[in-house]
C-alpha cells in the first residue's frame, strides 16, 4: 500500500452522511453477487467521495478476511450483510489505517524526484503499479482494492494505462475511481465503471456537520459556510478549519471597489498570500474567487442569485454584471483560470498572479 496515511487517517476517521443510496447501491450488488470491477464515484470535492472509497474498501477487505462473500450464521449460512460499516476494532481496519494492508492500493499524484515537489498529474508511471499489484497474489488470500484519487489528475499516457486494467480485469480485484469532474475522463474510461454520483448535501445537513465540529461559531457563520461549501461537508469543514470566512470577507470586499480598486488593500491580500508557509490559505483564496467569479457569471448569463447567506454577493453582481457581456466574463474567466493553472505548474509568483487577476477585472490588465 502506498503511503498516505494523513489523507487515509483523514478519510477513514470521517463519517460519510447523506450519501445512503451510493452505499445502497454498492451493497446491493455485493449481496446480489453483480459486483462490477470498477466503480466511478463521482460527485463535487468535499462531497464524501474519498470517504466512500475508503469506506468501500475496508469492508472489502474485511469481507475477505472472514473468509466467504457475505459474513457466515453460526450455523455457516450465509448472511447478507446490510452495511458497509466496519467496527473501528477490527484488525483489517486496523491493518489499513497503520498503512500496513498488502491488498489496498492508493494512486494519487506522486512527488517528482528531481523537484522534490508534488506532480500537477497522476503520471504513467504511477498507474503503471496497478498492473504489478493485479498480478501478484493477493497477501491475504481475499480482494484486492485499489483507489485512484483523483482520476481527473491523470494526464493521457497514465489514462491509457488504466484502460488495460479495465479491459482486461483481474478475478477478485476492485479499482474505485474518484473523480471530481467525471466529464474530464476518456469516455472508454467511463463507459467501463459503475458509476455511483454523490449528491451534494442540503444547507441544514451541512450546518449540523459544522456545529458538531465547530460548536463556537455563530448561525450567520454557518450559514455562510454551508452557502459556500455548495454542499459539500468536506469544503464546509476546510473553510472553517482555515481562514475560508475572512478570506471570503476580503475577497468580496475588494471586488465591491470596483473599477476603481482599492490598491493598498489588494497589496495587503496579495502579500499575505504569497508565502509558501501561506499555501494553505493561497488554495482556500483560488477556490472562493474562483467559485465568486462562477457565480457572477451565472448571474451574468441566467440572472440567478447567490444564495440568501451571500448577500453580499448579490449587491456586487448587481454593480459588476452589466459592465460586461456575458460572453466577455466568460473570456475573462477562462484566462483567469489558465494564468492559476500555469502558474502552478512553474511556480509563478502569487502576488503578481492576485494582481494581474484583479487587475483584469478592473480593466487595467
Not at 447523506?18 to 453483480?34: H, I, P, T, V
Not at 497503520?98 to 491488498?103: I, L, T
Not at 475560508?244 to 498570500?273: C, E, V
Amino acid at each position: 500500500m502506498d503511503d498516505n496515511r494523513p489523507e487515509l487517517h483523514l478519510h477513514m476517521s470521517s463519517k460519510l452522511v447523506g450519501q445512503e443510496g451510493a452505499e445502497r447501491a454498492f451493497l446491493d450488488a455485493y449481496n446480489d453477487d453483480k459486483l462490477q470491477h470498477a466503480w466511478l464515484i463521482s460527485g463535487p470535492k468535499g462531497v464524501g467521495k474519498a470517504t466512500l472509497a475508503y469506506k468501500v474498501a475496508c469492508f472489502m477487505l474485511a469481507s475477505s478476511a472472514e473468509g466467504t462473500s457475505a459474513g457466515a450464521s453460526l450455523f455457516g449460512d450465509a448472511i447478507s450483510p446490510d452495511s458497509l460499516t466496519v467496527d473501528d476494532n477490527n484488525p483489517v481496519k486496523q491493518r489499513i489505517i497503520s498503512g500496513s494492508h498488502g491488498d489496498l492500493m492508493v494512486i494519487n499524484r506522486s512527488v517528482n524526484v528531481k523537484t522534490g515537489k508534488l506532480r500537477n498529474d497522476i503520471v504513467v508511471d504511477d498507474v503503471r503499479k496497478l498492473s504489478k499489484f493485479y498480478s501478484q497474489t493477493a497477501s491475504e488470500g481475499g480482494w484486492r482494492v485499489a483507489i485512484i484519487d483523483a482520476a481527473d489528475e491523470m494526464n493521457i499516457n497514465a489514462a491509457n494505462a488504466l484502460l488495460k486494467n479495465l479491459e482486461e480485469p483481474p478475478e477478485k480485484a476492485l479499482l474505485l475511481l474518484v473523480s471530481h469532474a467525471p466529464g474530464r475522463l476518456l469516455p472508454t474510461i467511463r463507459s467501463r465503471c459503475r458509476q455511483l454520483a454523490l449528491k451534494p448535501l442540503g444547507d441544514d445537513a451541512v450546518v449540523d456537520i459544522l456545529r458538531s465540529q465547530y460548536p463556537a461559531l455563530n448561525d450567520s457563520d454557518y450559514k455562510t459556510l454551508a452557502a459556500l461549501s455548495g454542499g459539500a461537508p468536506g469544503r464546509a469543514l476546510e473553510l472553517a478549519e482555515g481562514d475560508g470566512l475572512g478570506l471570503y470577507g476580503r475577497i468580496t470586499s475588494l471586488m465591491m471597489t470596483l473599477p476603481r480598486l482599492d490598491i493598498p488593500a489588494l497589496h495587503q491580500l496579495a502579500d499575505s498570500l504569497a508565502s509558501i508557509k501561506a499555501d494553505s490559505d493561497y488554495r482556500l483564496f483560488r477556490a472562493l474567487f474562483q467559485d465568486i467569479m462562477q457565480r457572477l457569471i451565472r448571474f451574468s448569463a441566467t440572472g440567478q442569485v447567490a444564495p440568501a447567506a451571500l448577500i453580499a454577493e448579490n449587491q456586487l453582481f448587481e454593480t459588476l454584471g452589466p459592465t460586461r457581456g456575458v460572453d466577455q466574463w466568460l473570456d475573462l474567466w477562462e484566462k483567469m483560470a489558465e494564468q492559476f493553472t500555469s502558474a502552478d505548474a512553474v511556480n509563478l509568483d502569487r502576488k503578481q498572479i492576485l494582481l494581474t487577476c484583479f487587475g483584469k477585472l478592473a480593466g487595467r490588465a
